[in-house]
């Protein structure tokens, strides 16, 4: 333990004392003894034993650390300024601890959104199997890409060379009864492979298997954690259980882990997809698809091995009898395979990282503005700096002195800033964006904390190096008494000068950037979605599976009872009910569409989405019918073949709303009459384009010519009332439908104006996190200004009172000093004009219906900014004009 103990020499040097004064003692007895005196016994032997404090510095030397030693001392003088200075200190560790907070939090963000891999074992060997239809028109337009259709999956799993496992999968909603209140819940259907390619093990239970694959078989099903949790207490006698889903029973034969997610979707429950090989189809493109590559198989080799299979696929399935295999070449099919972490990332990469680097610019005003509060400080202890000079003190020393003091400001800082960070990033969870994918996985971890310490050392380095080379390189640093307007000290205010510039240069680039954000935003809210008075739009969603009703009619009959019984609610003015309303994340259905007045049905017309929809249903949204009229009960009851449509679409077949009236469009058969045209709605937000759609009524005739069919089970209701939101109306909601029948759930209960603000959710997390940058811009280069031009009234004190006493004005001293303040203000407005232009161009893809150069917001932001330099200089510059020229003269 000696290398511990040489940590703390303490002991040893008091014992070197002892062993000094001991020897001397003896020498001092041996010589009284001789006979000498003692005083003067004691002298010789001092005299004969040397310096005494000589031989204890060189002790000192040889069994300390000595250099470490004197950092400590430089420490302990650090923090003895600091605690002396409370309101320097405080504001120096809050703007710090701000500044590093904020950064620490976005990083954290952008790390366990972007930089972390997926949670899944070798991450890099999924893929999403995606595939391109260029020849497809109208595809790109409201899907990403084609997905895989059922018998995409099995020639894809069965006939590869280059996957280990492939799976496909869709999310949907079910029903659960039997274990409290009918309730509608997340639920995932899976094929085999999807498990496999993602190798997690269950928690509780088993993987759903292949044998549950079977259609004809037991009907099994596993729980997500949560939901595990929430309805069984955690109970793992749950496994073996039987759960109605759907009014089917199933067992329960595993539970996934706790934050298992589905690429980036959560659930309820996993069930087989249970596919029946004889069934299917060529078409059916409604299936996500994962795979894991085999070991040393790249993304461009997966790709060529899709683009093998494609023939195959067209070659071993049909459409049915007397239709063309390969009608699908048209669409020029085509693979695009891209890493699964991109599919789960999706466009928000770059949203991201334009907030982390105005964040970051944040942080360099931060330093800018810490350098300019110790570049005073350290000018206020010049005589200080010039002792320590003289007494032997190099510059090295001097600067290590200054440094030090940077350090441990950013450093606690930089501890202030993680308490910053850790509340910032429990705010974001609670707001839960709905477009910030990997949520679950950002948290203060490790790799933040260090990002944090990183930040704090440099930072400090970064804002202390500049006073400490000026004040250290400074040409009378030695000088004791030099005067404070010598050329040291114009050259450290021409540094602040040029630091405040700075300030105000990325002030402008981070405030150009928020305005940019806050005139998307008001243009998004300009846009008419297709619907009137959202706060009053009350939605829910239904869904009757085909074992709890089996017969179409019976299904229309109930949907129809629910809507009467829900208009029965007090308060409810209208009720009418769709597969999907706009923008509630229902991924809608598509097809080809023929017309009949067109002679190229085998030209592949353009794919279109499909809603299919009740009468009422435009009435109670606030929808405009532009031609024509909404669907009646009696076409639905009638099964009569009509169908409305959009306002664009109708505009691109026959050129206006009311010459698409009376003319006949199809599907499949039959052709089905246009009785009217509705406006368009924005189905996917307002800041994507209006698809053109085909509205269905809610209950068609088959295409194959049999009763009466095809129509969606699940729809979402919507009551247009004063009572949106409330829970009374909720309550009376769920009564009105288990009047009707008590095994229906309801669910997504929700206001069209919480719907609609979720389209707004990229958007609003940019503007506020750009806001929030914008204004600690503009506050620090408020105090930037502000701190500068004060400074300077002091330090001219005198030369201000002289003036005053041979006659100066108070309203030109004052001009005077407004006009330096905006000297420097233009001067960073002119640089700050040229780096936003570069971010602007950055931020194009962000922005919607205005041009990253808005004459509003290039013209505006600027006079904002010589604003605050009036306003901060303007103070400082009354403060001036109320010196009394008598009290200095005297002084003098």
Same mark, same amino acid.
């Given at each position: 333990?000696?290398?511990?103990?040489?940590?703390?020499?303490?002991?040893?040097?008091?014992?070197?004392?002892?062993?000094?004064?001991?020897?001397?003692?003896?020498? =001092?007895?041996?010589?009284?003894?001789?006979?000498?005196?003692?005083?003067?016994?004691?002298?010789?032997? /001092?005299?004969?034993?040397?310096?005494?404090?000589?031989?204890?510095?060189?002790?000192?030397?040889?069994?300390?650390?000595?250099?470490?030693?004197?950092?400590?001392?430089?420490?302990?003088?650090?923090?003895?300024?600091?605690?002396?200075?409370?309101?320097?200190?405080?504001?120096?560790?809050?703007?710090?601890?701000?500044?590093?907070?904020?950064?620490?939090?976005?990083?954290?963000?952008?790390?366990?959104?972007?930089?972390?891999?997926?949670?899944?074992?070798?991450?890099?060997?999924?893929?999403?199997?995606?595939?391109?239809?260029?020849?497809?028109?109208?595809?790109?337009?409201?899907?990403?890409?084609?997905?895989?259709?059922?018998?995409?999956?099995?020639?894809?799993?069965?006939?590869?060379?280059?996957?280990?496992?492939?799976?496909?999968?869709?999310?949907? =909603?079910?029903?659960?009864?039997?274990?409290?209140?009918?309730?509608?819940?997340?639920?995932?259907?899976?094929?085999?492979?999807?498990?496999?390619?993602?190798?997690?093990?269950?928690?509780?239970?088993?993987?759903?298997?292949?044998?549950?694959?079977?259609? @004809?078989?037991?009907?099994?099903?596993?729980?997500?954690?949560?939901?595990?949790?929430?309805?069984?207490?955690?109970?793992?006698?749950?496994?073996?259980?039987?759960?109605?889903?759907?009014?089917?029973?199933?067992?329960?034969?595993?539970?996934?882990?706790?934050?298992?997610?589905?690429?980036?979707?959560?659930?309820?429950?996993?069930?087989?997809?249970?596919?029946?090989?004889?069934?299917?189809?060529?078409?059916?493109?409604?299936?996500?698809?994962?795979?894991?590559?085999?070991?040393?198989?790249?993304?461009?080799?997966?790709?060529?091995?899709?683009?093998?299979?494609?023939?195959?696929?067209?070659?071993?399935?049909?459409?049915?009898?007397?239709?063309?295999?390969?009608? #699908?070449?048209?669409?020029?099919?085509?693979?695009?395979?891209?890493?699964?972490?991109?599919?789960?990332?999706?466009?928000?990469?770059?949203?991201?990282?334009?907030?982390?680097?105005?964040?970051?610019?944040?942080?360099?005003?931060?330093?800018?503005?810490?350098? $300019?509060?110790?570049?005073?400080?350290?000018?206020?202890?010049?005589?200080?700096?010039?002792?320590?000079?003289?007494?032997?003190?190099?510059?090295?020393?001097?600067?290590?002195?200054?440094?030090?003091?940077?350090?441990?400001?950013?450093?606690?800082?930089?501890?202030?800033?993680?308490?910053?960070?850790?509340?910032?990033?429990?705010?974001?969870?609670?707001?839960?964006?709905?477009?910030?994918?990997?949520?679950?996985?950002?948290?203060?971890?490790?790799?933040?904390?260090?990002?944090?310490?990183?930040?704090?050392?440099?930072?400090?380095?970064?804002?202390?190096?500049?006073?400490?080379?000026?004040?250290?390189?400074?040409?009378?640093?030695?000088?004791?008494?030099?005067?404070?307007?010598?050329?040291?000290? /114009?050259?450290?205010?021409?540094? /602040?000068?040029?630091?405040?510039?700075?300030?105000?240069?990325?002030?402008?680039?981070?405030?150009?950037?928020?305005?940019?954000?806050?005139?998307?935003?008001?243009?998004?809210?300009?846009?008419?979605?297709?619907?009137?008075?959202?706060?009053?739009?009350?939605?829910?969603?239904?869904?009757?599976?085909?074992?709890?009703?089996?017969?179409?009619? =019976?299904?229309?009959?109930?949907? $129809?009872?629910?809507?009467?019984?829900?208009?029965?609610?007090?308060?409810?003015?209208?009720?009418?009910?769709?597969?999907?309303?706009?923008?509630?994340?229902?991924?809608?259905?598509? $097809?080809?569409?023929?017309?009949?007045?067109?002679?190229?049905? $085998?030209? @592949?017309?353009?794919?279109?989405?499909?809603?299919?929809?009740?009468?009422?249903?435009?009435?109670?949204?606030?929808?405009?019918?532009?031609?024509?009229?909404?669907?009646?009960?009696?076409?639905?009851?009638?099964?009569?073949?009509?169908?409305?449509?959009?306002?664009?679409?109708?505009?691109?077949?026959?050129?206006?709303?009311?010459?698409?009236?009376?003319?006949?469009?199809?599907?499949?058969?039959?052709?089905?009459?246009?009785?009217?045209?509705?406006?368009?709605?924005?189905?996917?937000?307002?800041?994507?384009?209006?698809?053109?759609?085909? #509205?269905?009524?809610?209950?068609?005739?088959? #295409? /194959?010519?049999?009763?009466?069919?095809?129509?969606?089970?699940?729809?979402?209701?919507?009551?247009?009332?004063?009572?949106? %939101?409330?829970?009374?109306?909720?309550?009376?909601?769920?009564?009105?439908?288990?009047?009707?029948?008590?095994?229906?759930?309801?669910?997504?209960?929700? =206001?069209?104006?919480?719907?609609?603000?979720?389209?707004?959710?990229?958007?609003?997390?940019?503007?506020?996190?750009?806001?929030?940058?914008?204004?600690?811009?503009?506050?620090?280069?408020?105090?930037?200004?502000? %701190?500068?031009?004060?400074?300077?009234?002091?330090?001219?004190?005198?030369?201000?009172?002289?003036?005053?006493?041979?006659?100066?004005?108070?309203?030109?001293?004052?001009?005077?000093?407004?006009?330096?303040?905006?000297?420097?203000?233009?001067? %960073?407005?002119?640089?700050?004009?040229?780096?936003?232009?570069?971010?602007?161009?950055?931020?194009?893809?962000?922005?919607?219906?205005?041009?990253?150069?808005?004459?509003?917001?290039?013209?505006?932001?600027?006079?904002?900014?010589?604003?605050?330099?009036?306003?901060?200089?303007?103070?400082?510059?009354?403060?001036?004009?109320?010196?009394?020229?008598?009290?200095?003269?005297?002084?003098?």
């Amino acid at each position: 333990m000696s290398w511990l103990r040489s940590l703390f020499p303490h002991r040893r040097f008091d014992d070197i004392s002892i062993s000094i004064e001991e020897h001397i003692a003896e020498k =001092t007895e041996e010589l009284m003894e001789e006979g000498m005196p003692r005083e003067q016994a004691e002298h010789t032997a /001092r005299r004969a034993f040397g310096n005494v404090t000589l031989l204890r510095e060189r002790s000192r030397e040889v069994w300390q650390w000595q250099r470490l030693l004197s950092v400590a001392s430089d420490l302990r003088l650090v923090f003895r300024r600091l605690w002396r200075s409370p309101a320097f200190t405080v504001t120096a560790i809050l703007t710090l601890a701000i500044g590093i907070g904020a950064n620490t939090a976005v990083f954290s963000v952008l790390d366990g959104v972007l930089l972390k891999p997926l949670p899944y074992s070798h991450p890099e060997q999924l893929v999403a199997t995606r595939l391109a239809a260029p020849g497809a028109a109208g595809l790109a337009n409201f899907t990403d890409g084609l997905r895989l259709s059922p018998s995409m999956y099995f020639t894809f799993s069965e006939q590869n060379r280059a996957f280990q496992s492939l799976g496909i999968w869709i999310r949907h =909603t079910a029903s659960v009864t039997g274990l409290a209140q009918p309730e509608e819940v997340r639920a995932i259907s899976i094929s085999d492979g999807v498990l496999e390619s993602l190798e997690v093990p269950p928690a509780a239970g088993r993987w759903i298997s292949h044998a549950d694959q079977d259609p @004809h078989g037991a009907k099994a099903v596993m729980l997500g954690y949560g939901y595990w949790q929430r309805r069984f207490g955690g109970d793992r006698s749950a496994i073996g259980r039987t759960l109605l889903l759907d009014a089917q029973p199933r067992l329960i034969v595993g539970v996934m882990p706790r934050g298992f997610r589905l690429v980036d979707t959560d659930f309820d429950l996993l069930v087989p997809l249970a596919l029946d090989r004889n069934r299917q189809t060529l078409a059916g493109f409604a299936f996500t698809g994962i795979a894991r590559l085999r070991p040393g198989v790249s993304i461009a080799t997966a790709n060529a091995d899709i683009a093998r299979m494609l023939p195959l696929w067209m070659d071993s399935w049909s459409n049915g009898p007397g239709t063309d295999s390969h009608w #699908y070449e048209a669409w020029k099919i085509t693979p695009s395979l891209r890493p699964l972490k991109q599919d789960v990332i999706g466009n928000v990469r770059s949203v991201l990282w334009v907030v982390m680097a105005t964040i970051a610019l944040v942080m360099i005003i931060v330093c800018a503005n810490m350098a $300019n509060l110790l570049l005073v400080r350290a000018e206020a202890r010049h005589l200080e700096l010039s002792i320590r000079s003289a007494l032997g003190a190099g510059r090295a020393r001097i600067v290590r002195a200054l440094l030090l003091e940077s350090l441990t400001l950013g450093l606690i800082g930089g501890l202030f800033g993680v308490g910053f960070a850790y509340a910032g990033l429990r705010l974001l969870l609670r707001l839960n964006p709905s477009n910030l994918p990997r949520l679950a996985e950002i948290s203060l971890d490790a790799p933040a904390l260090l990002f944090t310490l990183a930040l704090s050392l440099i930072a400090g380095l970064l804002f202390g190096s500049i006073p400490a080379w000026k004040i250290a390189w400074a040409p009378n640093h030695s000088a004791l008494g030099s005067s404070r307007t010598s050329g040291a000290s /114009r050259e450290r205010h021409r540094s /602040r000068n040029m630091l405040v510039i700075l300030q105000v240069a990325l002030s402008l680039v981070l405030l150009i950037a928020a305005a940019l954000m806050i005139r998307t935003f008001q243009r998004l809210r300009s846009v008419n979605p297709g619907f009137t008075d959202a706060g009053h739009l009350q939605t829910m969603r239904i869904s009757i599976p085909e074992s709890l009703i089996a017969d179409s009619q =019976t299904v229309a009959r109930t949907q $129809n009872e629910i809507a009467d019984r829900l208009a029965a609610i007090p308060g409810v003015r209208s009720v009418g009910f769709a597969t999907a309303v706009p923008m509630d994340g229902i991924e809608s259905n598509w $097809n080809l569409i023929f017309m009949e007045d067109r002679k190229s049905e $085998n030209d @592949h017309p353009p794919l279109r989405l499909f809603n299919y929809a009740s009468p009422n249903l435009f009435h109670t949204m606030g929808t405009r019918v532009l031609a024509g009229r909404e669907f009646t009960w009696t076409d639905i009851y009638g099964g009569k073949p009509v169908v409305i449509l959009s306002a664009n679409l109708a505009r691109e077949l026959w050129g206006s709303p009311s010459a698409a009236i009376g003319k006949s469009i199809r599907e499949f058969v039959p052709w089905h009459e246009v009785v009217g045209v509705v406006e368009d709605m924005h189905q996917n937000g307002v800041d994507k384009d209006a698809p053109a759609i085909v #509205y269905w009524p809610t209950k068609q005739g088959d #295409y /194959r010519g049999a009763d009466a069919t095809d129509f969606s089970r699940s729809v979402t209701f919507a009551l247009r009332t004063d009572r949106a %939101g409330t829970e009374s109306l909720v309550g009376e909601m769920e009564h009105a439908v288990w009047s009707v029948d008590a095994n229906l759930p309801l669910a997504s209960i929700q =206001t069209m104006q919480e719907i609609e603000s979720r389209s707004f959710a990229r958007t609003s997390f940019t503007l506020v996190m750009l806001a929030i940058a914008g204004s600690m811009a503009l506050l620090l280069g408020i105090i930037g200004i502000y %701190g500068v031009i004060s400074y300077t009234v002091s330090q001219q004190r005198r030369e201000i009172g002289i003036r005053l006493a041979l006659g100066a004005q108070k309203a030109a001293l004052c001009w005077r000093i407004v006009g330096s303040a905006l000297v420097l203000t233009g001067i %960073g407005l002119a640089i700050g004009l040229c780096a936003a232009a570069g971010l602007a161009g950055l931020m194009k893809s962000l922005l919607f219906g205005i041009s990253p150069f808005d004459p509003l917001t290039w013209c505006v932001i600027p006079l904002v900014l010589a604003a605050a330099a009036v306003m901060a200089s303007s103070l400082p510059a009354r403060r001036a004009a109320a010196i009394d020229p008598a009290e200095v003269l005297k002084a003098e």
